[in-house]
């Protein structure tokens, strides 16, 4: 589990939005992708036709198995802002063990939700920190 100061600090609206979809809490559970697409949905940023394609994105099955909510907040962030930011990628691999589901579970550092969270409030910051450049 990610240390309660750590957590804190990448607190972000969406970052809350994106647990409370994780987590069931708005009447129905999705998966890590879907739950970060969302929370940005309701901003207007993610399409439904978006959100759906992330069904297949949780559990370990994005694209090399990546994390399917690192994969989500690349994907938008990427889409937002017009390039790459390699930031998240080098902080999952250095606090959460890596950026392959199965290496994050193993690894024990991060539960899912905290994935979700910590990955919606970097891909709000990126994306926001960009609009008012």
């Known amino acids: 589990m990610m240390e309660g100061s750590l957590m804190e600090r990448e607190k972000s609206r969406i970052a809350e939005k994106a647990r409370d979809y994780y987590l069931g809490k708005t009447g129905q559970r999705f998966n890590c992708a879907q739950a970060v697409a969302l929370a940005f949905a309701e901003k207007g940023d993610v399409s439904p036709e978006e959100v759906r394609g992330y069904s297949a994105m949780g559990a370990g099955r994005a694209p090399d198995g990546v994390c399917g909510a690192l994969f989500a907040a690349q994907a938008i962030a990427r889409r937002e802002t017009g390039r790459e930011n390699g930031l998240l990628m080098d902080f999952f691999r250095e606090h959460a063990g890596g950026v392959r589901c199965r290496e994050i579970r193993r690894a024990g550092?991060?539960?899912c939700v905290d994935c979700v969270e910590l990955?919606?409030?970097?891909?709000d910051r990126t994306v926001e920190g960009d609009r008012t450049e």
Not at 119 to 123: G, L, S
């Open 109 to 111: 550092q991060f539960a």
């Open 119 to 123: 990955a919606a409030a970097f891909a």
